[in-house]
């Protein structure tokens, strides 16, 4: 069921049957494209390193080819958690003592006598079990903010996916009503993600899956039916258990009794309940659809669960694993929480989803014959693996935690191990005003919605704020605190900061002496010698490394925490040169090559800034309203 108001589909790649719908990719957003090119610092930095790492192994009598292949899979280099350390940080001794038959402290301070003199490596440390500690110089830094200034947005963009494709599928909301906050959570982290991957080279799928087959599916279309007979008159109570309680049913029965004259109002069930359930379908996904436009989120991709059903993809998913020995007749555990005569021991087709890593085997048909939902999962993903994705992502919410495995069990006996699933989970999110938890809708059904959440908050705030903390921790969102000004709020702080470096450039063309400054050709970056310049300096250098980690972790978070960190050194910055310390204004005038070292500075940031708030998808403000 695609939601109205798309586009015309492109084409996709599908198996016969085509029971996916694609639309096209929204304006503007990120794609593969080839990372900018300029100096990289970091780059050059790991060279040097590994040739070392490189040396200092050679020195055992060890073959290279024992050891080289783990120098090149798992050797890093990367900014310690606490800068304190130093500003990178190696690993190399504890992947590679054992291997060539030293201990990792040994290693470690050979590595550490090595690398100190070229490359920038001012000095380096051995620390903790093995690690070593390098401290880079100042003008290490310098040529990343030219390549920064000159990349813009595109800064830190890399080829480091390799096209590699790669769906990401979220929110998929079962469509029985509006999207409420934790969806939300969900949708900004999918979008995010997928965003995230395609900046660093991958070719990202994002898709959503519309759960419209099954009993719930049936409760929405005679809830929807219970509406319809309120709109005649023949009930004046509202649905009772068992039915969806929101109102917002009520204007989609009223328009159905006013198109066909109420000749549903009697009718027997298997009359109108096809017709109930795909109206239903319908408006619920133009809800869901008009919340997501408001967070800037489309899709390439929707999936439809019925389609995939009525096309046989289920029988086809389990014929497969039928011919591969994996499904039997039994009777499965009893399923936690069942206790009593509530469940009866009952043969059932199973999948050996125990031979996959799974605590047990799964029931793939019901007593009443018709596939499970589980049996429609497999079909689905399995479905993403013929079209091409080795590679999917998904993101749940938290009450689906031991459902992961099961699925993963499944994917991996259908595509032979030749396919992985990354699920991420998102927790709970408690809506709160000045601490106070926030009253619910009844005509939303007892839920805080997105979309009420959204026209308070907008759609900017909403979205960094929901990346602030690792998705698997709980969430409370105070809408008296997001929409603050002040340096505690961190979407408030981060824009600014954009919109202060913009205030910076206005000036200098409103400023008769700077305004025929030439900043590339005039700044003299050796000057940026202030501890605080140089952290700035530092902080942009690292930014592409900052993005293929957070791409190889898939945590977008990463990003919304190190624009928090860029925006406070900045602002820092700043604050010294206006309030207390006037040597560190950005503008000087009479003193060009300064002032255009520190227009450099500004601009890199501003780029860093502009390139990670394009990944989560929020806006980079010119000025502050």
């Given at each position: ?30 794609d ?44 890093t ?17 504890l ?20 690398l ?86 991958f ?11 099954g009993?719930?599916?049936d ?74 436009e408001?967070l800037?989120?489309?899709?390439d991709?929707f ?6 059903r ?59 014959g ?16 013929r ?59 007892n ?65 008769g ?76 005038p009479?003193?060009?090559p ?32």
């Amino acid at each position: 069921m695609l939601p109205s108001g798309r586009v015309s589909p492109t084409e996709v790649a599908a198996p016969p049957g085509d029971v996916i719908q694609a639309v096209s990719r929204k304006e503007g957003q990120p794609d593969v494209t080839a990372p900018v090119p300029g100096d990289a610092p970091i780059p050059a930095l790991r060279r040097h390193v590994m040739e070392a790492v490189r040396q200092v192994a050679g020195t055992s009598s060890v073959p290279s080819g024992d050891w080289e292949p783990l120098l090149q899979r798992a050797v890093t280099l990367s900014p310690p958690r606490d800068p304190a350390h130093g500003d990178l940080a190696t690993n190399a001794s504890l992947v590679l003592a054992k291997r060539v038959g030293m201990s990792p402290r040994e290693f470690a301070d050979r590595l550490a006598r090595a690398l100190p003199g070229t490359a920038g490596i001012e000095s380096a440390e051995t620390a903790g079990p093995g690690f070593v500690n390098l401290r880079i110089a100042p003008s290490a830094w310098i040529p990343a903010l030219r390549t920064a200034a000159a990349g813009g947005a595109d800064y830190g963009r890399s080829g480091m996916g390799e096209a590699t494709p790669i769906n990401v599928e979220y929110v998929s909301a079962n469509p029985t009503g509006p999207l409420h906050v934790g969806h939300g959570r969900g949708a900004v982290l999918g979008d995010a993600t997928a965003a995230l991957l395609a900046f660093a080279g991958f070719t990202v799928t994002r898709e959503y899956y519309i759960n419209d087959a099954g009993g719930q599916i049936d409760q929405l279309a005679r809830s929807l039916h219970h509406r319809y007979r309120m709109a005649a008159g023949a009930e004046s109570a509202p649905p009772g258990e068992g039915l969806y309680p929101g109102e917002y049913l009520q204007p989609v029965a009223d328009e159905l009794f006013a198109m066909d004259s109420g000749q549903m109002v009697s009718a027997a069930e298997n009359v109108w309940l096809e017709q109930f359930r795909k109206t239903g379908v319908g408006a619920m996904m133009k809800l869901i659809d008009r919340d997501l436009e408001q967070l800037g989120i489309r899709f390439d991709v929707f999936a439809s669960e019925r389609d995939l059903r009525e096309a046989g993809r289920v029988d086809d998913a389990v014929g497969v694993l039928e011919e591969r020995d994996l499904v039997y007749t039994g009777v499965p555990p009893r399923p936690k929480g069942e206790a009593g005569e509530a469940w009866e021991p009952r043969p059932q087709l199973l999948f050996r989803a125990s031979r996959f890593g799974d605590d047990a085997d799964r029931p793939l048909r019901r007593a009443n014959g018709e596939w499970t939902y589980f049996a429609g999962d497999l079909a689905y993903h399995f479905d993403k693996f013929r079209r091409g994705f080795s590679e999917q992502i998904n993101v749940w919410g938290a009450d689906h935690g031991g459902y992961a495995k099961r699925v993963r069990a499944g994917l991996a006996a259908l595509s032979e191990d030749s396919a992985s699933l990354d699920v991420k989970f998102c927790q709970l999110v408690r809506v709160t005003r000045a601490g106070q938890p926030v009253r619910m809708s009844k005509r939303d059904g007892n839920i805080v919605t997105l979309e009420s959440v959204l026209r308070e908050v907008g759609p900017d705030v909403f979205r960094f704020l929901m990346l602030m903390r690792r998705p698997d921790a709980p969430l409370d969102f105070d809408l008296s605190e997001a929409v603050r000004q002040s340096k505690d709020n961190p979407v408030y702080y981060v824009q600014y900061a954009h919109a202060r470096i913009c205030s910076v450039f206005r000036r200098v063309q409103d400023h008769g002496e700077l305004r025929a400054l030439d900043v590339a050709s005039e700044a003299e970056p050796t000057l940026l010698t202030d501890p605080r310049e140089v952290a700035l300096m530092r902080e942009v250098a690292l930014w592409p490394e900052q993005v293929e980690a957070a791409a190889r972790a898939r945590e977008p978070h990463r990003i919304a925490f190190q624009l928090s960190e860029l925006a406070a050194r900045y602002h820092e910055l700043w604050t010294a040169g206006a309030r207390g310390e006037p040597t560190l204004r950005t503008l000087i005038p009479g003193d060009r090559p300064r002032t255009a070292a520190r227009l450099l500075l500004a601009d890199a940031v501003r780029a860093v800034l502009r390139a990670g708030l394009s990944i989560l998808g929020v806006t980079p403000v010119e000025e502050m309203r």
